[in-house]
């Protein structure tokens, strides 16, 4: 059998799909010393630690740093273990090795049993599916940065490889003062003997190399001094001073400046061009064509000798540009193919309790609702770019980027060269939102690198061209119906959501050999519609899968980002519909699920639900799960001369152990703001192929002045890590929306809210 023909048969033959994160047991991700970058002095004890000679720790870095604070994190759970300072761990790019991979993202469209109402999975052949996936992760090794799943990956294999290197120390140290290792502690980062012997980490490196410790657990979480307690993020002052890295501040001996220029019409390419007036320009030097790279669009970078030189040229190049032989895209007529999709078509059923069909028939009442959700972009900080250097046929990158190995591979196909002929240095992230899963314009830049030969160029994109070749959150319309009895009980709900699947697509660009000619249902597009913690009792959720043509990737959240917005506001719908006020009816409902109830009574109390209000403001609430992290908002709104202002969002989260709840609570902030922008403002419209917003002028943020009082409140648990960088996006729209109903008695089912 094919490779992939193996693997997806071996995957789907489980009936079920293992979708937890760090599937692969943490001893067998402790990896060889022989991984760690060799350096003078230090002494590399397994594939995660190094000890410097000073005694400092040295730790392999997989995962890229966004803004999401996982740099720190990561750093305290190897402090905690070592009983180290955490300013005396330090960082170092992690290689390519599989123990540094993130297998869960190459099967995310997998079919799957879904959610009980607690959380928990239930798959039927639970062994089977992690020794596949444990499989697909030794032998791919996909390191990639997304699901807000690093800590929830690392939360084992980094404390267990912090915790073996503690006992080769101990062992070191025993062996040298001839003393039982029990009678020696640590204690920032100096080991003691009641002798009056001490030494530091660095003193005994050499000796801990050869020892080979056995029956190693990490800390008991009573024992834990660093961990829970909130803690300064150490990336902040570099960022303070301006002495941080990110990608546009890379800068290299001799370094050019390339600035693209891609045809407006996605997917489309140049007929014709005219470069004679650019390349008369002052400190231009060359004009590239570009080939359309990782899905992405063709246009040509225009080299010179600053960014603004470059784009000088770019602007002055005269190009005829032509749509592709499948014709322009236009996101009318898109919502009208789901619209038709969506009546027409059954779809892939991912989740079916009770009988619907018979619910139906009985019912006394019937609701319908159709909500909507347009096309989305990431709007990151800091636009694409890539700093390439093509020479003696090997290639070096500077990037930020989420996915280095796709950043290398894709190098290599470019370059023709093969991957361990690739360097790549990853920078920090202007933002990442999954944008930088793509790694189109690292294509780009070594096209552009490889007609400079031997001299670095740095590539850059626009806002414009940033906003108008985005891989777009996808447009999705979904059909609600909901069943009553006489009593006004809710007896069945059928959902059913039509829109393009993501992860096939992103599947044929990052990893081939898992993609093929036809889609297998793609989880991401219905997850937060088929696993929803109410117990109706007769449920079916299903999803008509299209393909637009829009180029599609995944968005912060995914699919959650729009389908709580859906549920979450029709679940308001049939509270309203029963006379029920929004809170008592959802917990009605949650009877079977009480760690969602805990999540949504804590929000409610802490919003003051219930409690009177300034005259013009009203209150809506949401409660959504998503990447193992329970969240509940309460948005507290008015409207000012027509215009949506939301003053206050409170927000309960339940997401397991915290590492640093100064980062959980920073976090939701950042997804509450985020959420709230696409859910008043955000959206992409296409004509005659080509993106019409373009800035922020008309793709709007949330400003300063906007920006409600977030305020987080952390459910105590001692459940594994789950995610924390996403979670909070979801319920924002649906409780904005809920809240502007309470205000005006309109219920709003498209995306952004336009009272």
């Not at 996982?70 to 750093?75: D, G, Q, W």
């Not at 040298?176 to 001490?198: N, Y």
Request: net charge neutral.
């Amino acid at each position: 059998m094919k490779r992939r023909t193996w693997i997806l048969s071996a995957l789907g033959a489980t009936g079920a799909l293992v979708v937890g994160w760090g599937v692969m047991p943490a001893r067998s991700r402790m990896g060889s010393p022989e991984l760690m970058l060799k350096t003078e002095g230090d002494v590399a004890l397994n594939g995660w630690i190094k000890i410097a000679q000073d005694g400092a720790v040295v730790l392999a870095m997989p995962r890229s740093e966004m803004g999401q604070g996982i740099h720190t994190a990561l750093a305290m759970l190897v402090a905690e273990e070592l009983d180290v300072p955490l300013a005396r761990v330090r960082l170092e790019q992690a290689g390519a090795d599989s123990i540094y991979g993130n297998v869960a993202m190459l099967v995310a469209s997998l079919p799957f049993h879904p959610l009980d109402s607690e959380g928990e999975h239930k798959p039927t052949k639970i062994k089977m599916a992690e020794w596949v996936v444990g499989k697909l992760a030794r032998e791919l090794g996909l390191n990639a940065t997304g699901g807000s799943s690093t800590i929830a990956d690392l939360w084992d294999p980094l404390r267990m490889a912090a915790a073996t290197a503690r006992a080769s120390l101990l062992q070191a140290a025993a062996g040298a003062w001839k003393v039982p290792a029990s009678e020696i502690s640590i204690s920032q980062g100096v080991m003691k003997h009641a002798s009056g012997k001490t030494a530091h980490f660095g003193e005994m490196a050499t000796g801990a190399a050869g020892s080979t410790p056995k029956d190693i657990t990490p800390k008991a979480r009573k024992d834990w001094k660093l961990i829970g307690q909130a803690t300064a993020r150490t990336d902040i002052p570099a960022k303070v001073t301006g002495q941080a890295q990110f990608g546009l501040d890379v800068r290299l001996p001799g370094m050019l400046f390339a600035a693209v220029k891609m045809s407006p019409i996605l997917g489309g390419s140049a007929a014709s061009m005219d470069t004679k007036a650019a390349l008369a320009l002052q400190g231009v030097s060359k004009v590239v064509p570009l080939d359309a790279w990782g899905g992405g669009t063709a246009g040509l970078a225009v080299v010179g000798q600053s960014t603004w030189h470059a784009r000088q040229g770019a602007q002055a190049v005269q190009v005829q540009w032509q749509a592709p032989s499948s014709g322009a895209l236009d996101t009318a007529t898109i919502q009208a193919n789901l619209l038709k999709a969506l009546n027409t078509e059954s779809g892939f059923t991912f989740h079916e309790q009770g009988v619907p069909t018979q619910a139906e028939k009985s019912a006394t009442t019937r609701m319908d609702a159709l909500y909507q959700a347009p096309y989305l972009a990431h709007a990151t900080m800091e636009p694409m770019n890539c700093t390439a250097l093509f020479k003696d046929g090997r290639v070096e990158l500077w990037a930020p980027t989420q996915v280095p190995q796709m950043a290398r591979d894709m190098a290599a196909k470019v370059a023709g060269v093969k991957a361990d002929q690739v360097t790549v240095h990853v920078t920090l992230l202007g933002g990442g939102f999954g944008r930088r899963l793509e790694v189109d314009f690292v294509g780009q830049a070594v096209q552009v690198a490889m007609a400079c030969n031997g001299t670095p160029v740095q590539l850059s994109w626009s806002r414009e061209e940033d906003m108008t070749h985005d891989f777009y959150r996808p447009m999705h319309l979904a059909k609600f119906q909901a069943s009553l009895d006489d009593k006004g009980q809710v007896t069945s709900l059928r959902i059913k959501s039509a829109g393009d699947a993501i992860t096939p697509r992103w599947m044929a660009r990052a990893v081939p050999m898992l993609s093929g000619p036809i889609d297998m249902p793609d989880k991401t597009a219905s997850e937060g519609l088929f696993d929803l913690p109410y117990g109706f009792a007769s449920q079916h959720m299903s999803h008509v899968f299209t393909q637009s043509g829009v180029p599609v990737g995944f968005w912060r959240s995914v699919g959650h980002s729009h389908n709580a917005f859906f549920s979450e506001s029709f679940i308001d719908e049939l509270a309203v519909a029963t006379q029920q006020d929004p809170l008592a009816f959802r917990l009605n409902w949650l009877k079977d699920a009480p760690r969602y109830a805990a999540v949504l009574k804590l929000a409610a109390d802490k919003a003051g639900w219930g409690q009177p209000l300034p005259a013009g403001r009203a209150r809506g609430m949401a409660l959504h799960e998503s990447f193992g992290s329970i969240t509940a908002q309460v948005a507290e709104v008015s409207l000012d001369k027509g215009q949506i202002r939301v003053h206050r969002v409170v927000c309960a989260i339940d997401c397991g152990t915290v590492v640093n709840p100064d980062t959980v609570a920073q976090q939701v902030e950042s997804s509450v703001l985020y959420g709230l922008s696409a859910a008043l403002y955000g959206r992409i419209d296409i004509v005659g192929g080509a993106v019409k917003q373009s800035n922020f002028p008309s793709y709007p943020m949330v400003t300063l002045s906007q920006a409600p009082q977030v305020q987080t409140h952390i459910v105590p648990s001692e459940r594994a890590p789950a995610g924390v960088g996403e979670p909070a996006v979801p319920p924002v729209a649906p409780a904005v929306g809920n809240a502007l109903f309470a205000l005006t008695g309109k219920r709003l089912r498209a995306l952004p809210l336009v009272v």
